[in-house]
T-cell receptor, first 112, second 112 residues
Framework: GEDVEQSLFLSVREGDSSVINCTYTDSSSTYLYWYKQEPGAGLQLLTYIFSNMDMKQDQRLTVLLNKKDKHLSLRIADTQTGDSAIYFC????????????FGSGTRLQVQP | NAGVTQTPKFQVLKTGQSMTLQCAQDMNHNSMYWYRQDPGMGLRLIYYSASEGTTDKGEVPNGYNVSRLNKREFSLRLESAAPSQTSVYFCASIGSSGSPLHFGNGTRLTVT
C-alpha cells in the first residue's frame, strides 16, 4: 500500500537553510504536497509539485522531486523563527478517492 | 469566503457518550474527507465522500459513521466514544483535479 516517510525532527539556526526530506512508495503518485502546521492550528498548504516536474521554486521555498528514487525535499532558504512548525509531506493519485496520504511530519525548530 | 468550517473546536466526552462533529465547505467541492491526527502518526483517513450521496471507508473507520448531508456538509459521528478516539479531527475538501486539499481548523476531542 501507500507509505510516506519523513524524519521526525530538524533543528537549524536562524538564517540557515533547512532541508526536510520525504520518501514515498507509490510509483503512481501524481501530486506531492508540503503542508505546514503551527501549534494548535490546521494544515496550511505551502506548495505542491506535479510528478512530471523535477523542481519548483516559490520565494524562499524550493521543492525537489527525484521520481526514480521516490524522494521529495523541501528547502527553506534563510530560515526564520516563524518557520518553526511541523511540516507534512503528502501524496495522492489523480484517480479514485483522491485522498492524500500523509507522512508523520517533521518538526522544524529554528534557534535564534 | 470561509473555506472549510468545523464545529465544535473542542469537546470532552466520557466513555460511551456519542457526538457528531460537523463540517461544512462553501467552495462547491465535490469530495470531502475526515482525518484524525495523532502524535507521531501524521493524518490518517477515517472516511471520505467522493460526491454527494456517496461515502467510503478510509484507513481507520472503526467506531465512526459519516453522513454526507448535502454537497456542503459532511458530518462524523461517534456512537460510543472510547479513549482511543482521543485525537484531533480534521475535515477537508478538494475541488478540481490537481487542486490541493483544503483543511478546516480541527476539532480537539478528549475521551475520558
Amino acid at each position: 500500500g501507500e507509505d510516506v516517510e519523513q524524519s521526525l525532527f530538524l533543528s537549524v539556526r536562524e538564517g540557515d537553510s533547512s532541508v526536510i526530506n520525504c520518501t514515498y512508495t507509490d510509483s503512481s503518485s501524481t501530486y506531492l504536497y508540503w503542508y505546514k502546521q503551527e501549534p494548535g492550528a490546521g494544515l496550511q498548504l505551502l506548495t505542491y509539485i506535479f510528478s512530471n516536474m523535477d523542481m519548483k521554486q516559490d520565494q524562499r521555498l524550493t521543492v525537489l522531486l527525484n521520481k526514480k528514487d521516490k524522494h521529495l525535499s523541501l528547502r527553506i532558504a534563510d530560515t526564520q523563527t516563524g518557520d518553526s512548525a511541523i511540516y507534512f509531506c503528502a501524496e495522492t493519485q489523480d484517480t479514485g478517492r483522491r485522498a492524500l496520504t500523509f507522512g508523520s511530519g517533521t518538526r522544524l525548530q529554528v534557534q535564534p | 469566503n470561509a473555506g472549510v468550517t468545523q464545529t465544535p473546536k473542542f469537546q470532552v466526552l466520557k466513555t460511551g457518550q456519542s457526538m457528531t462533529l460537523q463540517c461544512a465547505q462553501d467552495m462547491n467541492h465535490n469530495s470531502m474527507y475526515w482525518y484524525r491526527q495523532d502524535p507521531g502518526m501524521g493524518l490518517r483517513l477515517i472516511y471520505y465522500s467522493a460526491s454527494e450521496g456517496t461515502t467510503d471507508k478510509g484507513e481507520v473507520p472503526n467506531g465512526y459513521n459519516v453522513s454526507r448531508l448535502n454537497k456542503r456538509e459532511f458530518s462524523l459521528r461517534l456512537e460510543s466514544a472510547a479513549p482511543s478516539q482521543t485525537s484531533v479531527y480534521f475535515c477537508a475538501s478538494i475541488g478540481s483535479s490537481g487542486s490541493p486539499l483544503h483543511f478546516g481548523n480541527g476539532t480537539r476531542l478528549t475521551v475520558t
